[in-house]
């Protein structure tokens, strides 16, 4: 018992120790506008951060991987008419932008746009808006997107939206987004 009493002891001094080197990879007070600010923009911890259904995230499929890591987000794809929404938001500080990054890969036995992946920004004071409509013409390999906010004098909240809206009948789309990164600067 002793043993795993020293044990315990140990863990406690090692979780300690890796708490204090991650509190340093945080922006420096005074330099708010650095670095990627999403807990999970990969989707490796499922759908932690995310809005998003129990069945979006795929994880370790080899016949349609990750764009990186082993799991991605899955909209759309079964040729019924609904919606897939998949969204989360994070705070932009005051005095910076925000760059909203993403990859999508588009897989289709489409012929005519019936089916679309939307992409939404929604900032604090200007009007939400679709900066994205993707459709059965993506590309099927890995792609990137990215658009900015420009900055403002006060702190927004900025929201992302992946809107997969499909029809039945003509045709399946099925859209995969990942490595969904916020980058300040
Ligand atoms: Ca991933």
Redesign the pocket.
């Known amino acids: 018992m002793r043993t795993a009493v020293i044990t315990a002891s140990v863990v406690a001094a090692l979780l300690l120790t890796t708490g204090g080197a991650a509190s340093g990879q945080e922006p420096r007070a005074g330099e708010p506008c650095s670095g990627q600010i999403h807990p999970n923009p ?3 911890r499922g759908t932690t951060g995310w809005t998003a259904g129990p069945r979006t995230v795929v994880l370790g499929d080899p016949a349609r991987p ?7 987000a899955a909209l759309a794809g079964l040729d019924v008419t609904r919606t897939d929404l998949v969204r989360t938001s994070v705070t932009v500080p005051a005095g910076c932008n925000l760059t909203v990054g993403f990859w999508v890969r588009a897989t289709t036995t489409e012929t005519a746009r019936s089916d679309y992946l939307n992409v939404g920004l929604a900032v604090t004071g200007t009007p939400p808006k679709t900066v994205f409509s993707l459709a059965f013409d993506h590309p099927a390999q890995w792609t990137r997107h990215s658009s900015a906010t420009g900055t403002a004098a006060t702190e927004r909240t900025a929201t992302v939206s992946f809107a997969a809206s499909e029809t039945a009948g003509n045709g399946t789309t099925a859209f995969d987004v ?2 969904v990164t916020f980058t300040l600067s």
Do not use: K, V
């Open positions: 990969g989707f490796e990750a764009h990186t890591g082993r799991a991605y990942d490595d």
